[in-house]
């Protein structure tokens, strides 16, 4: 049951140009969620820019997805995966009111979350040593550079849109991560309980929306083929 | 204002059973296996297919369960819905274009 | 008014509740922020104004002799990205829908009034940006950044520009994201759907494509700003990229922004025609569907844009196709309105005269948008006046005319003034004149084939752009008018009272103007939009 | 600025009738429907002012009324579609046998090449009563090559072809435009087209007569780069033979089909590994950067030419 400070808290949370608390609660849900459907668009050109090069140049995307490292991207999944639990388990946590497992579920959370920015920091420096950046320094060479069976300058744009895609969404990781820091702090000061958890479920949302991204974007640039190898 | 008592039996404050959580997280754990193992078998331009329809799967168990969607008003899921559609749109009427560019270019005559 | 002999207490509304700067910056008031956005966004409008003039003196000779040719392909560009993203999107829903959206829903304020605040600060940033690249060289790459001339040839600030409309995206993002949840959440209690005024259907409607389409062309930009700094090829032939795809992205939002920009001023009409006609809208449910339609088919059509850029001719047909259905729910209004008229009590109130002009103004730009779609027309007509003199019906005799309309109609509801009656109709008739004047002559010049954006033209031209620049003049003045009287009206003119129009819909019911928390109690909806029946018909008093 | 004014561009081509007539068309309907609702707007203000008619009757709407609204106005946009898009698809489809005019566009020019060889800046001379085809590319930003007179458009796109096509029918010269904005000097890249009788056009190619056709340029080029020694014209080669592979639909080694249009014979030399015929390995070299758009062009028309049932036709429908 609440007691009389969460009651408190939950009071000074509440904001009078709404009727109730729970109009104010289902409002912020509803909000994060049209959030998310930009969010959804804004990756949405990033797709359609990636499935019409991919249908352009499906041979050079082939030769650009075997220089990804499969093994680490298959752990970034789980990572993902696995911080999305924790994530879940803490807005779970909240809605009990159980605030100190919200608050470990939560650090917990941060912690996968830098994991998966750590070993995506290890993929990238692989890439950027090896040329697989776009620009100037750019190089890919497949077999005889006199008879190259694609365009290196078409393998250039799948790791244009590799670094384009995978750096936005770990952009939006380290958002995330800001996001979650925030939570840990306001709940540790007893900001939050089972009447207000707004921002932990909204945060949540976010969270996990972010995850799905990584689902698609593991298989597509990391799984197209491995018929050369 | 109006307090809920019992925050738990509110439709929309529905907390799902941990288990649920727990094998939810198993079956993306798994998939995600399948998924790595799918792509090293050769099944031609079914390979985007079961990796798509893979990640879809994993896509729609995370968003209605961790994202709760099961358990949200009947508006969410129309933002839902109303967001896959206009990313259809978008992908679809585009390839219009490049799945067209190289087809008949002369007249018939 | 009762007041003449008591002590006048000075009612407590939301411009005196508070004073001084910090009252206003940090407000999270919608009525304060939609002042905020009046202010900033008039200052874009005069700016856009003036390279619009400039454009207009340039095209007075054949010859290019006023200006450079690189200054005159600068004033164009800085001419569309002011009007378009600095102007005509946040026009109506951002100043007037902000206003008068959770007024007419009976509602304390937006859902989010902090971020409805930080839409406003993201407008000034990215506003910011923009005029720091206008100052320090301009940016000549046309509104539309086409590719590979904005990603490799360009020399100019194309990244700061994109940049500023990058973040100006956030903020109409924001804005529509606010009015979606606010619409579906904070109405009083009995406001059903097919109660709502048709201003909110239209607003809801445009801020769908706001939430669904500015991600896009947010990340569009930023693709064409990653390709400038780290050459990732996606939009540069020369790097293996299709210059289409960027066409494609841009117009699958900057298509459906067209309707981010006429679908509010549709609302106004339809609040402004109902009142001055006396009558519920004729065939509500088809008016308020349309603007849906109109949101949810606008998607459809982008590649009309680009029916000669080299698309496939097969995909050229599906969209000149799905162009023509989006034609129909347009149309639908304009019939609605005016059978909103019929058998009325139609007064000639200022608001009524634009809301006229917005239907004539926008049939003709709706008519001539049917010629774009039209594949074998289009091909002549693309990328000539034509085409400038289509867009300019819709946005200018359409959007600035309604917003025109909308201000003029909400302003004793804004300040609690009334504005002089006798300037306000000459600067309606100015505006209808002198926007004719300037834009009828571009379609006979487009038809003959004077391509847009030229900065110097064949002789045999001159006499058309000689009109199309002496209209323009008249519409300066047109527009200048009411700068000075609403001015003028907030310190001379008279008292408004809370319902100056005899008008129905919740905005009516408050003091104008409102106090800070709009209604002192949450009203109770009980009747139908636009229940002209059941009111009262009182004379209007004020303003005659 | 009086003496020449002009109010409706001139028809120079078999296609300007179409178009305007379907312009006259859609004028009128949209004459028609403007003027209804003016005068619509301007009886009721009228007839139902507030001094006339204070108090309004209310009404609700009309099921029928909405319905005829919608579906007659849907009705004529139908016929609209239908009649444009057969316009459009003859404006975007030229009729074989065309002759030919290579067109490259850059800041802020245009350059011509006839296939017998013949090139010229900013003007093209036509002949009147034949078929031209443009194959055009770009070498820099997008233009766009309008011919207001023709009432044709087409953007011309680096890195590929895009082709229009007319059948000039008047003589004299026209406004060529450049319709795609292209940076500085956009509206200085204009040039005119110049359409003569068939006589004064053959005084004019022999006056400015070359050493060579495109095609026979071309064929010098395929000699000399060794590309013969594996496009063998029997079956034996490395490489596909070319002989009349223009136009033809070609079977590709991932089972996909194309028609070697302009289009595709240019990748394939480009980027030769993208579209590898079914039955050859991907073992040509790519020319990405080794060759002018002028050059790309001789090559493409030679190979164009040995799709014709005799090579030189050309020049002798020429003569007709």
Same mark, same amino acid.
């Given at each position: ?229 | ?18 288990? +649920? ?10 998939? @995600?296996?399948?998924? !790595?193992? *799918? /792509?090293?078998?050769? =099944? ?19 968003? +209605? ?10 508006? @969410?899921?129309?933002? !839902?819905? *109303? /967001?896959?559609?206009? =990313? ?22 | ?544 | ?320």
């Amino acid at each position: 049951m609440a007691t009389s400070t969460e009651i408190q808290a939950a009071e000074r949370s509440f904001q009078h140009h709404f009727a109730s608390i729970e109009q104010q609660r289902d409002t912020a849900t509803f909000g994060m969620w049209m959030f998310l459907l930009t969010e959804i668009m804004f990756f949405g050109g990033l797709f359609c820019s990636y499935l019409v090069y991919r249908h352009n140049y499906y041979e050079a995307f082939v030769e650009g997805s075997q220089k990804m490292n499969i093994i680490l991207g298959a752990v970034n999944t789980a990572v993902l995966i696995c911080s999305s639990l924790s994530m879940a388990m803490g807005v779970r946590a909240a809605q009990m009111g159980n605030r100190k497992l919200m608050v470990i579920l939560l650090l917990i959370t941060i912690v996968f979350g830098f994991g998966f920015l750590g070993i995506k920091a290890v993929e990238y420096h692989e890439h950027w040593t090896n040329h697989e950046f776009p620009g100037p320094n750019f190089h890919f060479e497949t077999g005889d550079p006199a008879h190259p069976a694609t365009d290196p300058l078409h393998t250039e744009i799948y790791f244009g849109l590799y670094w384009a895609m995978t750096g936005l969404h770990a952009l939006h990781m380290i958002i995330g991560i800001g996001l979650v820091t925030w939570l840990v702090i306001a709940g540790m000061r007893g900001a939050y309980s089972p009447m207000y958890y707004s921002p932990v479920e909204n945060v949540g949302l976010y969270w996990h929306f972010v995850d799905l991204v990584w689902i698609y974007l593991f298989p597509l640039l990391y799984l197209i083929s491995h018929k050369h190898s | 204002m109006a307090r809920p008592e019992q925050p738990h039996d509110d439709e929309y404050t529905h907390v799902v059973p941990a288990a +649920l959580y727990i094998s939810i997280w198993a079956a993306l754990m798994v998939f @995600t296996l399948i998924t !790595v193992l *799918a /792509s090293f078998a050769e =099944l031609g331009p079914f390979n985007i297919v079961v990796a798509l329809l893979i990640a879809t799967i994993k896509g729609t168990l995370v968003v +209605l369960f961790f994202m709760h969607l099961r358990y949200s008003p009947k508006l @969410t899921m129309a933002a !839902v819905i *109303a /967001s896959i559609f206009f =990313l259809f749109i978008m992908f679809s009427l585009t390839m219009t274009d490049y799945l067209s560019r190289g087809w008949a270019t002369f007249a018939g005559r | 008014m009762a007041t003449a002999v008591q002590p006048v207490v000075e009612r407590e509304t939301y411009l005196n509740s508070n004073y001084g700067l910090k009252s206003w910056l940090l407000t999270i008031d919608h009525k304060r922020i939609a002042l905020l956005y009046l202010m900033s966004i008039t200052a874009m409008f005069w700016l856009g104004g003036f390279f619009a003039m400039l454009i207009r003196l340039e095209l007075l000779t054949p010859a290019g002799d006023l200006l450079s040719s690189d200054t005159y392909n600068k004033m164009f560009t800085m001419h569309g990205i002011t009007m378009v993203f600095f102007f005509l999107i946040p026009s109506v829903p951002a100043v007037i829908g902000n206003f008068v959206i959770p007024l007419m829903i009976g509602a304390k304020d937006l859902a989010f009034p902090r971020l409805n605040l930080a839409s406003w600060y993201i407008y000034m940033l990215g506003a910011g940006l923009a005029l720091w690249g206008f100052l320090f060289g301009g940016v000549d790459t046309g509104w539309t950044f086409y590719t590979p001339f904005s990603t490799a040839y360009s020399n100019t600030h194309v990244v700061t520009v994109a940049l500023g409309i990058f973040v100006v995206g956030f903020s109409s993002i924001f804005t529509g994201l606010n009015f979606i949840v606010t619409i579906h959440r904070m109405r009083a209690p009995g406001l059903t759907w097919n109660r709502l005024p048709l201003f909110i259907w239209s607003n809801y409607a445009a801020s769908l494509i706001m939430v669904l389409g500015t991600p896009v062309v947010a990340i569009t930009l930023l693709l064409v700003a990653f390709e400038r700094l780290f050459h990732i090829g996606v939009f540069n032939p020369a790097l293996g990229g299709d210059p289409l795809l960027f066409q494609h992205l841009f117009w699958f939002y900057s298509h459906p922004a067209v309707y981010i920009m006429i679908l509010p001023g549709m609302g106004v009409i339809s609040e402004v025609v109902t009142c001055f006609s006396r009558k519920r809208a004729f065939g509500y449910e088809f008016v308020a569907l349309a603007s849906i339609a109109i949101a949810v088919l606008g998607f459809l059509v982008w590649a009309h844009h680009m029916f000669v850029a080299g698309i496939s001719m097969y995909s050229a047909l599906v969209f000149s196709l799905l162009s023509y259905f989006v034609a129909i729910p347009s149309a639908v209004k304009v019939f609605n309105w005016t059978a909103t008229m019929y058998k009325g009590s139609v007064r000639f109130d200022t608001p009524m005269l634009y809301a006229w002009a917005f239907i004539g103004l926008f049939t003709v730009g709706g008519l001539t948008g049917v010629f774009l779609a039209s594949l074998g027309i289009d091909v002549h007509v693309t990328d000539t006046y034509f085409v400038v003199a289509h867009f300019h019906f819709v946005m200018v005799g359409g959007m600035v005319v309604a917003y025109l309309a909308g201000l003029h109609f909400w302003w004793p509801k804004i300040t609690g003034k009334m504005y002089p009656e006798a300037p306000a109709k000459l600067s309606a008739l100015l505006v209808f004149v002198g926007f004719n004047l300037t834009f009828l002559p571009q379609f006979v010049l487009g038809y003959m084939g004077m391509p847009r954006r030229y900065h110097a033209y064949p002789p045999e031209f001159q006499v058309l752009n000689v009109l199309s620049t002496a209209g323009a003049s008249v519409l300066a003045v047109g527009y200048v008018l009411p700068m000075i009287y609403f001015l003028w009206s907030l310190r001379y003119g008279k008292d408004a009272g809370p319902n100056p129009w005899n008008a129905v819909g919740l905005e009516w019911m408050t003091p104008s103007p409102p106090p800070t928390h709009n209604f002192d109690e949450t009203p109770v909806v009980t009747w139908e939009a636009y229940d002209y029946e059941h009111q009262p018909q009182e004379e209007i008093t004020v303003g005659h | 600025m009086w003496k020449n004014f002009p109010l409706f561009p001139e028809r120079a081509s078999a296609l300007a009738g179409q178009v305007d007539g379907l312009y006259f068309f859609l004028v009128a309907v949209s004459a028609f429907f403007t003027v209804l609702i003016f005068v619509t707007i301007f009886v009721f203000a009228i007839k139902y002012r507030h001094e006339n008619n204070p108090h309004p009757t209310p009404i609700e709407g009309s099921l029928p009324l909405e319905l005829t609204w919608t579906l007659i106005p849907l009705g004529i946009c139908m016929i609209f579609f239908a009649w444009g898009s057969l316009i459009y698809f003859q404006e975007g489809r030229a009729p074989r046998g065309a002759m030919e005019v290579y067109g490259v566009g850059k800041q802020w020019m245009w350059k011509f090449e006839h296939a017998t060889g013949q090139r010229e800046i900013n003007q093209l001379h036509v002949p009147i009563g034949r078929d031209v085809k443009m194959i055009m590319s770009s070498q820099d930003v997008i233009h766009s090559f309008f011919v207001p007179a023709f009432r044709i458009k087409a953007d011309v796109l680096p890195g590929r072809y895009t082709t229009t096509w007319f059948h000039p029918t008047k003589e004299g010269t026209y406004h060529l435009f450049c319709a795609e904005y292209c940076g500085t000097q956009h509206s200085g890249m204009i040039g005119e087209v110049v359409v003569m009788d068939p006589s004064a056009y053959q005084a004019w190619l022999t006056a400015n007569a070359t050493t060579g056709s495109l095609s026979a340029t071309g064929q010098q080029m395929f000699t000399q780069m060794g590309c013969e020694t594996c496009h063998r014209s029997d079956t034996q080669g490395r490489g596909p033979n070319l002989a009349g592979i223009f136009g033809k639909q070609v079977t590709l080694d991932d089972g996909r089909t194309v028609i070697a249009d302009e289009n595709y014979i240019r990748e394939s030399i480009l980027n030769p590994a993208t579209k590898v015929v079914a039955g050859f390995k991907p073992i040509m070299p790519t020319y990405q950067g080794q060759m002018s758009e002028e050059n790309l062009a001789a090559l493409v028309e030679y190979i164009k030419s040995l799709a014709q049932p005799q090579p030189g036709s050309q020049s002798a429908a020429m003569m007709q």
